[in-house]
């Protein structure tokens, strides 16, 4: 079921957004390489419970579902390195030069999600690869700006995949947008690629993350033996940029920001 958000549970919406952007802008502070992704991770968590909020990551069996143990998500954010996508495990391991860090960062406040991620690039990257990401951007500013209440669903992927079409990317099909609010997946789906279907008609109070991932090669992924981690099947390096929206009377509003 879509849901429809009154202005006060926007502005609810709001204060967890500015969380998870205040959170990202931490780890872009941070981010050089020799730093491990687990401490990214920490100073994530710190972040979020010290503004009184809860990483919506940690834990999540999927589905809406929260649990402990095997299959339970262990961080509070996704980073992902190079090849990987999305659904990165914070870790030992260390942010070399010239290497592609994608950081999905979820925050539940007073109840309410916020959900954005961006890619990174630490230090010399060929041009290409600067493009894919700033592409990635891009794309997902256009989904956005899509979001328009009598638009549909479809005019939100057809804007995101018109960019990664016209430059040659890759389009994951496999992983989609949503709508968002008192869970951090809730309906309706936004794929990044046209399906078809015009889908559902937008209309002010829906609250949506948009989220394109492209690669520099083919559409496929896959994921890993953690359960979790997902890798472009070809091995190609892939970007992922994420904000969580609502669509307004006046246009569309960005929450997560600061
Ligand atoms: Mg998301």
Known sequence: ??????????????????????VLALVEGELAPGVTTAHLDELAERHIRAAGGTPSFKGYLGGGRYGRGP????????????????????????IRDGQLVSVDVGAIVDGW????????????MPEAVRELVAATRLAMMAGIAAAVAGNRVGDISAAVEDIGRQAGYGIVRQFVG??????MHQDPQIPNYRTGYRGLELQAGMCLAIEPMFTLGGPEVEVMPDHWTVVTADGSLAAHFEHTIAVTESGPEILTTV
């Open 1 to 22: 079921m879509v849901t429809r958000k009154s202005k006060r549970e926007i502005e609810k919406m709001r204060r967890a957004g500015r969380v998870v952007a205040e």
């Open 71 to 94: 299959g339970a998500f262990p961080a509070s954010t996704c980073i992902s390195l190079d090849d990987e996508v999305v659904h990165g495990i914070p870790g030992d391991r260390t």
């Open 113 to 124: 999600h916020g959900d954005a991620a961006r890619t990174f690039v630490v230090g010399d």
């Open 178 to 183: 949503h709508g968002i609010g008192t869970e």
